[in-house]
């Protein structure tokens, strides 16, 4: 079985530019969640897809997009990259959408200058 | 609003002491309860859970305390080793719901 994997570790952008991040789930997982982590905060949830539709939205505004796929891996993307979205980009997966105990792959780290 | 709130931000502890480390939730509607450890350059690892209709929960040297009177979580971690030092967070959930909150976390700094 393998874990939640994402690529890539680190990524370095400047303002104004798009941004593509992945996440590839863990095996049986059909729901991934992402997340997005400034320094020294908690995670705050971005939006989760299950069985490639998009299930639910947090507090983010549109320029940040996403896609799952049928094998079940996912992307997230973010346009017009401001300053602030420099953090920690984490993916989670799980096994349902209600499911309780979802696995976190080690995150991107995005820096915008 | 919704949050999920930390009483010590950084918490250090003489190694084999026991841990303790507290979470204050808003949600009352929030049913489900996550600790994670986050260690630098990882992302978060599940520890335990426990669900709202359990005061208690045990696992290997860490045991969950839910006080659903006044919206309480801890997290007690017996015997504190080295390789415990990291970043807790809570998290809570609603059963019928997809999201997860977390709060802002607890530095745990385990001294030698």
């Known amino acids: 079985e393998t874990g939640v994997t994402q690529s890539p570790t680190h990524l370095i952008k400047t303002r104004g530019q798009q941004v593509t991040l992945r996440c590839s789930s863990q095996?049986?997982?059909?729901?991934v969640s992402w997340y997005q982590q400034a320094l020294g905060q908690g995670p705050q949830f971005i939006f989760q897809y299950y069985r490639e539709e998009e299930n639910g939205r947090g507090n983010f505004p549109p320029r940040f997009s996403g896609l799952q796929f049928p094998n079940y891996s996912s992307e997230l993307n973010v346009n017009a990259l401001e300053l602030d979205d420099s953090a920690l980009y984490l993916c989670a997966s799980s096994l349902e959408a209600s499911g309780r105990e979802q696995f976190f792959g080690p995150g991107t780290r995005l820096t915008v200058l | 609003g919704e949050s999920v709130g930390l009483h010590l931000p950084t918490l250090s502890v003489q190694e084999g002491d026991n841990s303790i480390i507290n979470c204050a939730y808003s949600?009352?509607?929030?049913?489900?309860f996550i600790w994670y450890k986050q260690e630098s350059g990882k992302g978060p690892q599940f520890i335990i859970d426990i669900r709202s209709n359990m005061d208690k929960r045990q696992g290997q040297r860490v045991t969950v305390l839910l006080n659903k009177t006044v919206k309480h979580l801890s997290l007690q971690i017996a015997a504190t080793q080295p390789g415990d030092s990291a970043v807790y967070f809570c998290?809570?959930?609603?059963?019928?719901?997809?999201?997860?909150?977390f709060g802002t976390g607890t530095r745990l700094k385990v001294l030698a």
């Open positions: 998290a809570e959930k609603n059963s019928g719901t997809y999201k997860y909150i």
């Open positions: 095996s049986g997982h059909n729901t």
């Open positions: 949600n009352s509607a929030s049913d489900y």
